[in-house]
């Protein structure tokens, strides 16, 4: 199946400070993928859809100065969380689904805990 | 707006037993559900996918079902074994591509 590889899977980070994770698909090229937040013994909750080459789209609640998303090309989005808080301790996961096969099903890669401390 | 609700939240069993994971959804209106697995700090491992006029799939000892007119899904595992324990989630796509999750269901099967 496919392959979509997540970078870090652990960040500790000072608050303030700015993070990077990136999201890679393998083995196809995504125009779109999903990023998603998970709080303990929560639900995914949809972040934002990115989207190559355009703008990505936020979800209600969510700032978008806050969680810069970046998908330069169709194998690599990036979300950085900007000037951290420990608020914005959490999971991050993204998704994307191979658009050859149509709307199969989405695959996600290994997630990544942010702890702002 | 779509709510996914998955009974029960947490599911103790001893190995070899058959058991029934739950999973309800508010709006029938969606394009597929998927079952997924999430093992502790890790990512999701897709399951299976029923597609909205599909009633059932099956890979070996799992079967999920579906019945989308009464909004439900049902995760069938047979003769478990400790290696399944694991967070179960059941997610809906609607016609925007995206996923609405439900808390998941911790199993844990015991040796």
């Known amino acids: 199946g496919a392959v979509v590889s997540q970078h870090p899977s652990r960040v500790i980070c000072k608050s303030g400070t700015s993070v990077k994770i990136e999201c890679r698909s393998l083995d196809f090229q995504a125009t779109t993928m999903f990023w998603y937040r998970q709080f303990p013994k929560q639900s995914l909750m949809l972040m934002a859809t990115s989207n190559e080459g355009s703008k990505a789209t936020y979800e209600q609640g969510v700032e978008k100065d806050k969680f810069l998303i970046n998908h330069a090309s169709l194998t690599l989005s990036t979300l950085t969380v900007t000037s951290a808080h420990p608020e914005d301790s959490s999971f991050y996961i993204c998704s994307a689904r191979d658009p050859t096969l149509g709307r199969a099903e989405a695959f996600f890669g290994q997630g990544t805990r942010l702890t702002v401390v | 707006k779509q709510e996914v609700t998955q009974i029960p939240a947490a599911l103790s069993v001893p190995e070899g037993e058959n058991l029934v994971l739950n999973c309800s959804f508010t709006?029938?209106?969606?394009?597929?559900l998927q079952w997924f697995r999430q093992d502790p700090g890790k990512g999701l491992t897709s399951l299976l996918l029923i597609q909205s006029s599909q009633r059932e799939q099956t890979s070996g000892r799992l079967n999920a079902s579906l019945d989308k007119s009464s909004g439900r899904s049902t995760l069938y595992i047979a003769a478990s074994q400790p290696g399944d324990s694991a967070t179960y989630l059941c997610a809906v796509e609607g016609g925007s591509e995206k996923l609405v999750f439900g808390k998941g269901t911790k199993l844990t099967v015991n040796p």
């Open positions: 709006d029938s209106a969606i394009y597929n």
